[in-house]
């Protein structure tokens, strides 16, 4: 295990930059620690970094709000510090909010999928700081499902039809970016000319995931509680979209799939069969379930578990829609596509092409299912995304 890793955080409060006694905004949440797992919040504070407020993104500064719920503005219990929500009535800073700010910081983890909301209010604060003329720095962090690009998987957004705070620009589901190359390559390609500067992390290589630089995972969010969640998350988020639940209310979301109606056997024989198509290191595994929230809440569900036993050939996207085409064929009376409401999309429709990023995704899943992993593949596959990432790579 390669524990060497230091974040930007980290790399930050090493150093002395000339300007940690300006006013500085720190967009974060609990989620985003030192090395040694105190809160960058407090190890700033401590450090003499001059904080004088707080943003969030979704699911609040605690990291414990549900999924796409609505988040109010606070005092955080830890630095007193007042907090402003970017998950609220609003999803990028004010005016009023950056008038007594010199400098905007940003520290947050994110998982390394589009639908990922963490990466827009980045995207959005960038915007706010370009149009004010304020420096914006982002101390970066290692993507937990590593840089390899050659497993970046598609689809590329649409964004003439499927732009959303799930989504807003084009880039693919599995994006095997930092969240600070991300910065650089849309601060460049989409002409924002923001004052950036991207505090790299020392000692990570693109092909290292979350655990081999550390054993211990910080929930990320209520539903992305461990490696293995994060890992499933670019594909099983799919099921979202779905009458099938994605493992919500139980010990391992997004590394299931199930319902009350759904044959666990039968789903699990015919996916081991059907996946060496696409990769000979994954296996589902039957399992019974009762999730205490969210779909099926309380009701006892039939649902497979998908283990991986080689992480560095993984793709998630193409596997969770073989998944859920395979549930799909052994369901044909019980499975439904489904509208998954959030504050952001409050009627949920169209869900399932907000996260794929191309419209009318269901007719992909209509392809007979001899057919469906070839035609898949052509979805997910990215012909220009590593080359025209190249001028941004930090690692």
């Known amino acids: 295990m390669m524990n060497n890793v230091r974040f930007g955080i980290d790399v930050l409060l090493a150093g002395q930059p000339i300007w940690k006694n300006k006013r500085i905004a720190l967009v974060t949440n609990h989620a985003a620690t030192t090395h040694q797992f105190v809160p960058s919040r407090l190890a700033l504070l401590q450090q003499g970094f001059n904080i004088v407020k707080l943003f969030s993104p979704e699911h609040g500064l605690d990291t414990t709000g549900a999924d796409g719920h609505a988040m109010d503005n606070s005092i955080d219990t830890l630095t007193r510090l007042p907090v402003i929500s970017l998950y609220g009535n609003k999803l990028e800073p004010s005016r009023s909010d950056l008038a007594d700010i010199d400098l905007v910081l940003f520290d947050i983890p994110d998982v390394g999928s589009r639908f990922y909301t963490y990466l827009w209010t980045m995207s959005y604060v960038l915007e706010a700081c370009a149009a004010l003329n304020i420096l914006f720095i982002v101390a970066d962090r290692p993507n937990p499902l590593s840089g390899n690009l050659r497993l970046a998987e598609g689809p590329l957004l649409d964004e003439q039809q499927c732009n959303s705070f799930i989504g807003r620009w084009s880039i693919p589901v599995k994006h095997s970016c930092t969240l600070g190359e991300l910065a650089l390559y849309f601060n460049n390609s989409r002409d924002i000319n923001c004052k950036l500067e991207v505090i790299p992390c020392m000692n990570w290589h693109r092909n290292r995931y979350h655990s081999d630089w550390s054993a211990s995972f910080v929930p990320l969010s209520p539903a992305i509680p461990a490696f293995e969640s994060a890992l499933l998350y670019p594909g099983l988020c ?126 992909l899943f209509d392809t007979a299912l001899p057919d469906f992993v070839s035609v898949a593949k052509h979805c997910v596959v990215l012909k220009d995304w590593s080359v025209n990432m190249q001028p941004y790579l930090l690692y």
């Open 238 to 363: 799919f099921l979202e979209a779905t009458n099938c639940s994605e493992g919500r209310g139980t010990a391992s979301p997004f590394r299931m799939a199930g319902a009350p109606w759904l044959l666990a056997n039968e789903t699990a024989v015919l996916f081991n069969t059907m996946i060496p198509a696409i990769s000979t290191d994954v296996y589902a595994r039957p399992v019974v379930f009762t999730p205490t929230e969210g779909k099926y809440a309380g009701q006892r569900c039939g649902g497979v578990m998908l283990h991986v036993a080689d992480i560095s050939s993984f793709l998630p996207v193409i596997t969770g829609w073989l998944l859920i085409r395979i549930i799909m064929e052994l369901h044909p009376k019980d499975f439904q596509w489904a509208a998954y409401p959030t504050h952001v999309n409050p009627s949920g429709k169209k869900h399932l092409d907000l996260l794929s990023g191309i419209w009318n995704t269901e007719r």
